[in-house]
């Protein structure tokens, strides 16, 4: 009989501090391939401009430093204070980034 391979996909998710980077570098050292989302998520963030558009009009020209990049504090700080804020922050980048993992 021959043998067979089959691919599993696992998804590594917790809160702040859970463990998640140690447990995709255990699994990189063994071998298996690790995708970041949160890498994704800040490509996008900063090179999309579709993306940079709207979470400027979302949250203001702040949101962005004079380099262009997304001021990650800043969009924390609104983030981490407002729910609805939050939702429509993840409104923008989690299809993204579901697309480019795709």
Known sequence: MASRRHIVTVG????????KTEMCRIFESLGV????ADEIARDI???DPVAKQELRNLLGEKAYTADGVLD???????VFSSTSVQKKVNAIIHPRVEEEIN
Do not use: E
């Open 72 to 78: 990650r504090a800043f969009v924390a700080s609104k």
């Open 45 to 47: 963030s900063n090179y």
């Open 12 to 19: 590594v998710t917790g809160g702040i501090g859970s463990g």
């Open 33 to 36: 391939p690790v995708l970041y």
